[in-house]
């Protein structure tokens, strides 16, 4: 579990200094206003959860663009693409300042003591740091970033360059984390008097081992429209990564203790995001046997209540259709096992190196491997949120899946039967979009398919969408590419900003560096 007093709590520190009080009392020896170097074990469980909230915070306005939620009013204009710099702006600097801004500085300390599973940790949590912000943002600073007061306007890196840094960080914490245990400074783990250091894998450098090639063979398979694109490459970074749902990267909510009262679910109840919102018909037409005819998915009912019937975005949800089982007013999303309080946020899963797995193969033309790793994927997804059992709030049962249950499915028409019958990736791509339910990855994928009807053949385009996309000549670029900067750069960076053409009006229409040949 997260401990509650970090998921927020070490948010300022930076670059690996925190203030402290002094020891002795009235102390002329000590200037109390002078920071102090924390140890790596208190700064890396802040890095950690603040890390992963990044991307969070994109998630609250990425999951309209993808069609995962609406907004059962068209009054909020979040699904039907009208941007601000504003929406922009905790993803960049939960990036920065809450979280990236303290790695040189705990890295630096580790590396002095000689405790290298904190760096290397260090360093895996910088690449998926900066992987989550330049899939949403393109261009952003990372060569001169982290200078604080040295520099207030670093420059912005191109992607390409950003993704060799991505892959370089991965390599370089991976090396670290296969030195011996014998040879470290300090535990990499502890619950005494309370949990510090690695919070995220308990202490197992394998794990963060296997999170470094899943996120390498995730950054692979973003370049299928590169010419340089290879399957093979992406299918062994695939075979070093996730072993099993035990090695998911996901941040586990817990009861809010004041004042870190933000310490449940971005999703959940208590934080109220999202009591606008309901899911879409995209959705929900792969779950209720529309989609594939017959064919109700036992997820239905989990992801989301069997009374949903869906929204349209930039479509008025009729009152009283929508809501959580049991109740006249409360969205129905808050009925989903994504929604609970004390659930978690996943980051990357076994699921979704499956479904890497899949996709890769079925590139590469290995048709068996491509089916069993799609198989595997929905058997993992499904058993992981087929537990059962009754949660709160807003105290909703769910129903377990059973394993005749999983097998039904997958022998069903929502699935190919024969590598024969594996001639698109449409099957793989719409089950690994239901099985990525809220992640912002799934934009990713969308944007390098190019929003394509074959394969996402439920996506709506919004009614009343914003003229910018809508007026596009060109059909790619009517969807959504890119976030805005956020709006801190746009007055602490403008310079920046306006070369790397932040404030066109067209901005968001580009597709980035990974979404184009």
Known sequence: MIAKKYLLGLGLLLGGSALTACEKFLDVNTNPNNPTVAT????????????????????????????????????????????????????????????????????????????????????????????????????????????????????????????????????????????????????????SPSESGDILYKGDPGKWTRLA?????????????????????????????????????????????????????????????????????????????????????????IIAPTTSTGGRPGVTTPAGTNVAPGSSTTTDFYASWYARDLGYYEVITYHEVKFIEAEAAFR???????????????????????VGGSFGPPNVTFPAITEAQITAYLASAAMPQTEAALTSLRPIMEQKYIAMFLNPESWSDLRRLDYDENIYVNFLYPVGANSILSGQSDPKRRYPRRLLPGATEVTANPNEVARVGGNDPDYITRPLWFDMP
């Open 40 to 191: 790596p074990n208190f700064i890396l469980p802040g890095i950690i959860s603040n890390g992963i909230q990044t991307q969070m915070f994109s998630a609250l306005r990425v999951n309209f663009i993808t069609q995962y939620i609406v907004n059962r009013t068209p009054t909020s204009a979040n699904d039907q693409y009208f941007f601000t710099n504003a929406q922009s702006t905790n993803t960049f600097n939960f990036s920065y300042f809450q979280s990236g801004g303290n790695i040189p500085g705990m890295v630096k300390a580790a590396e002095e003591e000689g405790s290298s599973y904190f760096v290397g940790a260090g360093k895996i949590m910088q690449a998926m740091i900066l992987a989550h912000l330049t899939d949403m943002m393109g261009d952003v600073p990372f060569s001169e970033a982290y200078q604080g007061g040295a520099n207030f306007t670093p420059k912005y890196d191109p992607q390409e360059k950003l993704y060799g840094d991505i892959n370089r960080l991965c390599d370089e914490g991976v090396v670290e984390m296969a030195k011996p245990a014998s040879s470290q400074k300090r535990p990499f783990y502890s619950t």
């Open 213 to 301: 090639y899943a996120l390498k063979a995730r950054q692979a398979q973003h370049l299928t429209k590169k010419a340089s694109y290879s399957p093979a490459a992406v299918l062994a970074l695939c075979a070093q990564a996730f072993k099993s749902s035990a090695d998911d990267a996901q941040l586990q909510f817990q009861s809010p203790v004041a004042p870190l009262v933000n310490t449940t679910n971005i999703y959940g109840i208590t934080r109220a995001n999202f009591g606008g919102a309901t899911f879409s018909t995209n959705l929900i037409n792969y779950l209720n046997g529309t989609t594939f005819p017959g064919v109700v998915d036992p997820r239905f009912g």
């Open 364 to 386: 590469a033309g290995d048709r068996v491997r491509a089916l069993e790793s799609l198989r595997e994927g929905v058997r993992a997804h499904m058993r992981k949120i087929g």
